[in-house]
């Protein structure tokens, strides 16, 4: 099992690190044995697996039995698991409460936290009583209704000191990792050189120290993607034609066929 020592040492000698979000235990197996070095449980699981256009609704009890079933298909991965919207941004009380239930019941890692100053002492506060915060930075999804949408972000000047700004004081706060996410491969550039601590993107360019995907994005499970995923494979063509299949020989009597029955 890695841990948090690692990915700074892999910042170091300049080993790109791999993350990907996943939300089940098949597919988390699957991330384990292609020696992913760590899964996030992400709160994208609202959109992606329940169909939502936010993030918002999703609750710390969908992500803990999400992260539960992912610990049982990946129990030697570095798990972090997203803190969902509101769980954290009212009180330090209660984000010591809901992280350290996540950290309780699903056995994970370490939690992500969305945003930069405005989160630091909730940071520190957790880091001060042993949970590993990793954060996230650019466009965060959570905040999808003050951005006005899902946009890249730092594209202004403005914007740019204000995003490195934060990420420096996620470092100070005790971050173990960055999220970096849509935002120009410039700043994620100056953002990485500038940290100690490793920067991970997404939509972020190839100069961060590592680089996340959604598993059913990179896999082509949607129609349609964003500019930054890159396609692995057509898994929804693949599935979608084994689909048929099925119907068309359970349709015609060729399947079942005699070597999937029983005399
Ligand atoms: O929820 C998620 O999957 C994420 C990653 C895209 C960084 O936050
Ligand atoms: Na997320």
Not at 190 to 202: M, R
Request: aromatic share 8%; glycine share 10%.
């Amino acid at each position: 099992m890695k841990t948090i020592h690692d990915f700074l040492r892999a910042k170091e000698e300049g080993k790109k690190i791999t993350m990907i979000s996943t939300y089940d235990y098949w597919s988390a197996r699957l991330c384990e044995k292609a020696e992913i070095d760590c899964i996030l449980v992400g709160d994208s699981v609202g959109m992606v697996v329940n169909g939502l256009d936010t993030t918002l609704p999703v609750t710390v009890d969908e992500m803990i039995y999400h992260a539960k079933a992912v610990r049982r298909g990946a129990p030697d991965t570095f798990i972090v698991v997203d803190m969902p919207f509101l769980s954290y941004q009212v009180k330090k009380e209660d984000a010591v409460y809901n992280a350290g239930r996540i950290m309780k019941e699903t056995g994970c890692n370490a939690v992500k936290i969305e945003g930069g100053e405005e989160v630091a002492e909730v940071i520190q506060k957790l880091v001060s009583v042993g949970i590993p915060v990793m954060g996230h930075l650019g466009l965060t999804p959570q905040s999808v209704h003050a951005l006005g949408g899902y946009k890249v972000q730092g594209k202004t000047e403005e914007e740019q000191k204000r995003i490195l700004r934060d990420a420096k004081i996620l470092e100070q706060a005790g971050v173990f990792a960055v999220v970096l996410e849509a935002v120009p491969s410039k700043l994620a550039k100056e953002i990485t050189e500038f940290l100690e601590v490793p920067t991970i993107g997404i939509g972020a360019g190839k100069e961060t120290d590592g680089q996340v995907l959604v598993f059913h994005d990179m896999l082509g499970f949607f129609d349609r993607s964003p500019k930054f995923v890159k396609r692995y494979m057509e898994g929804g063509r693949l599935i979608k034609e084994a689909l048929k299949n099925f119907k068309k020989e359970v349709q015609e009597g060729i399947f079942p066929g005699k070597e999937h029955t029983y005399d």
